[in-house]
Each structure stands twice: as structure tokens, then as C-alpha cells.
């Protein structure tokens, strides 16, 4: 059964901590994204990576960064925690040259105090 | 910019009719549009994917049509059961990237 994992479900942090998101994927894609969500206003894309150690930005890349030093693995960091990045954080992953049909993780709901 | 516009008020089906869910897109037609379901809490699934040059698709009880006249797609849901409630979220293609609509919520009163 092919999945994506994401570390955490549920995260509580500060305002100003530095947060870690980690995803890993099983099915050997190239490519992987991350989004987060928010009521309203659907998933925006914040970073994809289509290689390992290759990152591009999305729509939304301001106080997020992104590491990718395996196939497998795709991390978002939040190197400064502010109240405003409290949201949903989905990672996701495709074949690339295919259609982009993604496969999602279960998600991560992030509080920032 | 492109953008996708879905219902954003809920849409109350009574179990057993067709529900019928819309996706708007702007600008220029996508070469394909995708639909995906989303239970709370949960990621995002793939249901279906339907192409610029393709009137029609089916999955079982789901249909997807597209219509580039009318810059829209339409989700069919047939003999709608409750286990059908969830998010439905249209995307569209736009580069290597998907652009999403930010969904309609499916109610299915038994």
C-alpha cells in the first residue's frame, strides 16, 4: 500500500521556535510538494522539489525554507514561528512526466502560540 | 492569474439523488482538470482526472464533465449515499504545478 507520512499530526509551538516538518514518501516519485491549507482559501503551494537537493518556491515561500537530501524525504522548516503560519501543512508527492496526480500525507495541524 | 472557482457554500443532497458539484476555471483552458475528495482532518484523494479534449468521464457512481465553452467542469455523484460526505476540491494544470479551488463541502442526509 503506497503511502506518504507525515512526522506529526497535531503541533503545538511558540511564537519564534523553529519548526520541523517531516515527510517521507514510499513510492519512489521525483517529485514532492508542500502546501499548507487554510479555511477558504484552499491549498496554496509553498516549495516543490523535483530532485534531490533541487527546491523551487511556490506561491507562498516567505519564513518557510525546505531541505531535500533524500528521494525520499522532504522537509519544510518554519526557522521563526509567527501566529500567522497556524494552518494545516500537507505534503504530497507525483511521478514525474505524469499527469501531477498527487498523493497526499495525512496532514499536519499546526498551532503557533 | 488562473484561478479555480468552486461553491464555497455547502450542498445539502438528499441519499439516493445525483449531486452535482462546479468547477470554474479563468484565463486560458487547462489541458485537464482534477477532482479530488478530502474528509476532515485527511489529506486530499485523487478521484479523477479529465482532459482539455475529453467531454466525459466516468468512475463508477462519479461522472466529470468538461466544457470549454463554459470554462467549467461538473462533478456527478449518482445514487448518493452519506458515506459520499466530504470536500470535493477541483484542480487545474498549470506547469508542473496544480492550482487548487478551495472546495465544496457534500452533505448527504440519509
Known amino acids: 500500500d503506497v503511502k506518504v507520512t507525515q512526522s506529526s499530526r497535531y503541533l503545538v509551538k511558540r511564537t519564534g521556535e523553529k519548526v520541523f516538518l517531516e515527510c517521507v514518501q514510499d513510492m519512489d516519485h521525483e517529485n514532492m510538494f508542500w502546501y499548507r491549507q487554510d479555511p477558504g482559501l484552499g491549498l496554496r503551494l509553498i516549495y516543490f522539489s523535483y530532485d534531490v537537493k533541487m527546491k523551487e518556491k511556490g506561491d507562498i515561500p516567505e519564513g518557510y525554507s525546505v531541505s531535500r537530501e533524500k528521494k525520499e524525504r522532504f522537509s519544510l522548516i518554519l526557522e521563526s514561528a509567527s501566529t500567522n503560519q497556524t494552518s494545516m501543512y500537507l505534503c504530497?508527492?507525483?511521478?514525474?512526466?505524469?499527469?501531477?496526480?498527487?498523493?497526499f500525507g495525512p496532514g499536519t495541524r499546526l498551532t503557533v502560540l | 492569474s488562473q484561478k479555480i472557482e468552486q461553491n464555497s457554500e455547502a450542498l445539502n443532497i438528499q441519499e439516493g439523488k445525483t449531486a452535482t458539484l462546479t468547477c470554474n476555471y479563468t484565463n486560458y483552458s487547462p489541458a485537464y482538470l482534477q477532482w479530488y475528495r478530502q474528509d476532515p482532518g485527511r489529506g486530499p484523494v485523487f478521484l479523477l482526472l479529465i482532459r482539455e479534449n475529453e467531454k466525459e468521464k466516468r468512475k463508477e457512481r462519479l461522472k466529470v464533465t468538461f466544457d470549454t465553452t463554459l470554462k467549467q467542469s461538473l462533478f456527478h455523484i449518482t445514487a448518493s449515499q452519506p458515506a459520499d460526505s466530504a470536500t470535493y476540491l477541483c484542480a487545474r494544470d498549470s506547469n508542473y504545478q496544480l492550482i487548487w479551488g478551495a472546495g465544496t463541502k457534500l452533505i448527504i442526509k440519509p
Open positions: 504530497a508527492s507525483t511521478v514525474a512526466g505524469g499527469d501531477n496526480e498527487q498523493f
